[in-house]
């Protein structure tokens, strides 16, 4: 949820940031909802191990689809964007700091 909710400024328009939030924690109570229903009724079926295999195979798709995603997002070779920091807060652009 922390992890959304961070990328969630740099996807939307600042115009709506809450209508994204209330998209995003919607979208996480609804599948709450949907995934205790279906584990719920794959533990009483199966046993505990089935039910927790089915989370672990959904969190290895949704891993799979943001990889995916995310490499379809930026042209081979693209430069990460150096972010500035706010102006006024006495730090330098990330891409100006110096090990």
């Given at each position: 949820m922390r992890?959304?909710?961070?990328?969630?400024?740099a996807l939307v328009p600042t115009t709506r940031p809450a209508e994204s939030m209330a998209l995003l924690t919607s979208a996480v109570v609804g599948?709450?909802?949907?995934?205790?229903?279906?584990?719920g009724r794959?533990?009483?079926?199966y046993g505990p191990s089935d039910a927790?295999?089915?989370a672990?195979?959904?969190?290895?798709?949704?891993?799979?689809?943001?990889?995916?995603t995310r490499a379809m997002s930026r042209?081979?070779?693209a430069a990460t964007p150096a972010v500035a920091a706010p102006a006024?807060?006495?730090?330098r652009?990330?891409?100006d700091r110096r090990p």
């Open positions: 992890a959304a909710a961070g990328l969630s400024p599948g709450q909802a949907l995934s205790l229903a279906v584990s794959l533990a009483e079926a927790f295999g089915v672990t195979g959904a969190a290895v798709l949704i891993l799979g689809i943001a990889l995916a042209p081979p070779g006024g807060s006495g730090r652009a990330s891409a």
